[in-house]
Every structure is written in C-alpha cells, then in structure tokens.
C-alpha cells in the first residue's frame, strides 16, 4: 500500500462529503467517471471509501485485477482483492474496468520460464478463467496494455511478444470476447493521447485489427501528463476522432497530471492543474463516443508518481480529501461550463 504523498498541498477546498457527486454530473452528460482504486483502502479507510462510493460510478482495480497478484504462483488464482473491488462496486451502483489482462508491467515471474507453446496455454486458460469469473460483472476490460514501442516502431519487446508471436495481441481479444460476449474490450495506452508517432502506431494497430474483425470496441488514452503539456486540447480531440472513426469508444483511462514542474506559485500551479484537467475532459466529453474518464487515484494521500517521478500533487482531492482546483476544472467540464 504506498505511503501517503510527503507533499502538502495548501489548498483548503471543502471536504469531499461536502461536494456534489461528480458522478451526478457525469451522469447528467451520459458519461462514466471513475478512479483506481485498491481494495486494502476500501476496507481500511473510511474517508477514502465514502469518497469514492459518492464521486465516482466506475472503478478500476489500480493492481489487483492484475496478472501478478492473481496469478502469483503458477496453477493457482487469488481473487481475493479483484472480488473485494467488484463487490464495492456492486454495493454502491458502479460499473467496473477490469484491468489489465496482458501487461508486461504486472506479470509473474514465472511466464517468462516457459517454453512459448505451454506460455500460450497459460494465457488462453488465464484469460478465459479471468475473464469468465467476472462475466456480466465488468463492464470493460483493458484486454492489452501497452504493447506498442515508445518509438512506434512496431510492438514492445514483451515476453508475450517473444513467446506467443506478433498475432498475441488479436488472440487475447478473440479469448476475451469468448469468455464475455458483452464486456467492452479495449486496448490501453500511453504516450499516444494526442499526436505523435506512438499516437500514430496505435491507430495502426487498432485499425488493423478492426480490419480484420478482431473483436476490439475501444482505445484507452492514459492520460499520465503534466499541466499544460501534452496532449494540446485540439491533438487530443483530433486523435480521438479519428479513432473514433474506425467504430471505435475512446476513454480516458487513467488520469493525473503532474504539476511540480509548473513555474512560480503553488497557487498558480494548481490553477495551471485546473485548467488540464478542465480541457481534457472537455475534449472527452465533446465526443460522444468518448464515454469515460478515469482518474488514477483520486487524492494525493495515494498516487504512483510520488514514487515513479518524484513528490506531486496530481489528483483531485489534496491529501485530506479536500478539493482542490481541478476537482472544480473536472466538474466544470462534466456540466459544460
Ligand atoms: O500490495 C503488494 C504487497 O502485498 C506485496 O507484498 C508487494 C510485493 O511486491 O507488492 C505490493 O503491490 C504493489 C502494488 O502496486 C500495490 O500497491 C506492487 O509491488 C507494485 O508494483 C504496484 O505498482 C502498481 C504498478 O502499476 C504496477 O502494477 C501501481 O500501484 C499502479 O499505479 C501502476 O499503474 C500503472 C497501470 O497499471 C498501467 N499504466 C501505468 C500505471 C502507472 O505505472
């Protein structure tokens, strides 16, 4: 469980209990709002539980549908933390993004000792047994993550790559859909928000695979970036029309923006937080097909960047679960305004 955040954010918003539902909102514009979200959390910490259960309608497990934890010994299953998240949501009328079945960041150790032909019968039998568990329980899956070369050049160097052959990605498409005919199976990335040649492999990639009739319904867009960087607002709008354009949903899958870079005044940094946040969901909310945004975490007590880049204040809810500006961007942008 990461420690909460060593920074301190000044802002002093009101608390969370005290703000309309951001999931109202989202409701209203037709959209899903969600949060990662870690079970040991959920049961230990009531602020952090009532906050999500009162501003978000989808959640995703930020670890614990993963690979790694599920699959952490080979032949045996542990569910325990990705049924502890889809109990949570169901008690509290939420829908749930699985995440993530084939991500070379979260998996076992022991894959990558395995002769190619018994690695790809343990993927088929690990999507198929995931996947049917929650079967009508989870409204999406990330089905790949990040298989695309930072350079876009072609597919990352993965273990699955290495072992199940350049095809893996359509495979672990084809067994999902097997395994839930009605779950949304989507391929999730980063870096490839906006434009740029990551941006553009991954077109590639999922138009091939539509070409081909895999069953692929959508792209996620991390959207792991700093205030008033990239993606540019019209970028963003423009890649997720064309992706749209193949048929596909869009959604912002794992937000936070970064903001210790920002220039001159904590204030100014967390309007400059603000205003990202605002104009991102914004251009989600402007596609029809964008259907949901996805925050990683929901308040600065627990974000990965502390740890991954460094103290940052990147989420909505300062470290006492108060709002800061860009709750109110998020929110703006949820009503329209
Ligand atoms: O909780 C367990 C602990 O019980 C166990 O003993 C220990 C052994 O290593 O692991 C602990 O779990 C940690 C987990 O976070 C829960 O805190 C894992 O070590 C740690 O690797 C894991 O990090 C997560 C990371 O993905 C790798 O799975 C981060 O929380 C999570 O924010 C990050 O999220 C990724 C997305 O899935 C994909 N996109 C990028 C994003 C940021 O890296």
Redesign the pocket.
């Known amino acids: ?2 420690q909460p955040s060593p920074s301190s954010t000044p802002t002093a918003g009101p608390p969370a209990s005290e703000l309309d539902p951001l999931r109202d909102a989202a409701a209203n514009a037709g959209r899903w709002v969600g949060a ?1 979200v ?1 079970s ?1 959390l959920l049961a230990g910490e009531p602020e952090y539980a009532d906050t999500v259960a009162r501003h978000f309608n989808y959640v995703t497990a ?2 614990e549908m ?1 690979m ?2 599920i699959a952490r010994v080979q032949g045996q299953y542990d569910f325990a933390g990705a049924d502890a998240i889809v109990a949570f949501a169901e008690a509290h009328g939420m829908k749930v993004k699985g ?2 079945l084939l ?1 070379h ?2 998996t076992p150790a022991w894959v990558g000792d395995l002769a190619p032909a018994e690695a790809r019968r343990v993927a088929e039998a690990y999507i198929r047994t995931v996947v049917s568990r929650y079967r009508g329980r989870v409204a999406a899956w990330d089905v790949v ?2 298989a695309v070369a930072e350079d876009g050049s072609g597919l990352r160097d993965t273990v699955f790559l290495r072992k199940l052959g350049p095809d893996y990605v359509a495979e672990a498409f084809r067994l999902a859909r097997g395994a839930d005919p009605q779950a949304l199976l989507i391929y ?1 990335d ?1 870096g490839g928000e906006g434009s740029g040649v990551k941006s553009d492999r991954i077109y590639e990639l999922v138009r091939d695979l539509r070409a081909r009739r895999v069953p692929i319904d959508g792209v996620g867009l ?1 959207m ?1 970036i700093e205030a008033g960087g990239y993606p540019q607002p019209d970028e963003m709008a423009a890649n997720v029309r064309r992706l749209v354009e193949l048929g596909l949903v869009v959604n912002v899958s ?1 937000m936070d923006v970064r903001i210790r870079n920002v220039p001159g005044t904590q204030s100014a940094r967390l309007d400059a937080q603000r205003r990202t946040y605002r104009d991102v969901v914004a251009a989600c909310i402007a596609q029809p097909r964008c259907h949901a945004v996805t925050f ?2 929901f308040t600065d007590r627990y974000s ?1 960047v502390d740890g ?1 880049f460094g103290p940052d204040d990147p989420l909505l809810f300062d470290e006492a679960y108060r709002a800061k500006p860009a709750f109110f961007g998020v929110q703006d942008a949820l009503l329209g305004r």
């Open positions: 469980m990461a990662a870690q040991g930020e670890w993963k790694d934890p995440h993530a991500w960041g979260a993550n990040e999730n980063y991390q792991h794992e990683w975490g990965w991954f």
